[in-house]
């Protein structure tokens, strides 16, 4: 189990607020109202069912989707004129698999991002790049195409273009989902161990007792912020009930909180299988 970091010895200081902010598509609105604090130092799980609005609050502190009310702010100053280096993870399945591309070119795509004059990359940058594939366990898979790998390996690749650019921020949208159980948590120490060297982290999840209640600190989120605080604060029947819109029993085993996360019901009409 990852434990929560001790914050105690950084200096804590809002890196990321979202004050008042109504974001969404083509003039409707996918979150409302959203408040929301980031420190220096955070990892924050981002909780919520499917279409939620979790990828586009990622995506609107990318300044990918539209804004109609409220303001990001990094570091105090609006996002557009602090263009802060963030790293992002996308979900895997949204990435196409046919563009024919190598794991090293995947990780140099996250040099790309630096303002240069040269059209090709330095020496200093491939050994960058190198020396965190190495890091993250695929230096030996950088000729291979990215189609090629395991689901934990496609991971990890994404991850190391994300931090090749040494972000203060890092945004992944569900890091784990479709890996088994031990690339799972392998992906999750890693993650840890990076907030221990001073990488914040938001990253999505909808998985409830496997990832969110290992976190710090999870935001509930439907449509707007409906809860903060850590996974005992919000994993409350009446939490969860207002973010999933149903009856789901909580019960503690050995000091843990363990939510019974619900089968969906796949019958017709509505009906139970
Ligand atoms: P989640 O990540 O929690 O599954 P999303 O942020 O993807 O949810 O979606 C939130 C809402 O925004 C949903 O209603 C979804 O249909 C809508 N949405 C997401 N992407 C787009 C898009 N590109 N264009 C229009 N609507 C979108």
New binding site residues.
């Given amino acids: 189990m990852l434990h929560p970091r001790p914050h105690e010895h950084l200096e804590r200081e809002p890196l990321l607020q979202l004050r008042g902010v109504s974001c969404?598509?083509?003039g409707?609105a996918?979150l409302r109202d959203v408040d929301l604090q980031i420190m220096r130092g955070d990892w924050v799980g981002l909780l919520?069912?499917?279409?939620?609005?979790?990828?586009?609050?990622l995506?609107c502190i990318l300044g990918a989707v539209d804004v109609y009310r409220g303001d990001v702010l990094f570091q105090g100053r609006p996002i557009a004129a602090a263009r802060p280096r963030i790293g992002y993870v996308p979900q895997l399945e949204t990435i196409d698999w046919q563009f024919p591309v190598t794991v090293e070119q995947v990780v140099m795509m996250g040099r790309t991002a630096e303002a240069r004059w040269l059209p090709w990359f330095s020496g200093a940058d491939r050994k960058l790049a190198h020396g965190l594939m190495d890091r993250l366990g695929i230096l030996r898979l950088a000729r291979r195409h990215i189609r090629e790998l395991s689901g934990g390996e496609q991971q990890r690749a994404f991850l190391a273009r994300a931090l090749v650019s040494g972000p203060k921020l890092l945004l992944l949208?569900e890091p784990t989902a479709g890996l088994d159980i031990t690339t799972r948590d392998e992906i999750l120490h890693l993650l840890d161990e990076l907030n221990h060297q001073d990488v914040t982290i938001l990253m999505?999840t909808?998985e409830i007792n496997a990832v969110a209640a290992h976190l710090p600190w999870v935001v509930c989120?439907n449509g707007r912020v409906l809860a903060e605080g850590t996974p005992s604060q919000v994993f409350t029947p009446e939490i969860l009930k207002l973010v999933y819109g149903g009856d789901i029993p909580v019960t503690t085993y050995q000091g843990m909180t363990l939510v019974a996360e619900q089968p969906h019901h796949f019958g017709r009409n509505g009906a139970d299988v």
């Fill in positions: 969404g598509y083509g409707r996918a919520g069912p499917s279409g939620s609005g979790k990828s586009t609050l995506r949208d999505t909808h989120v």
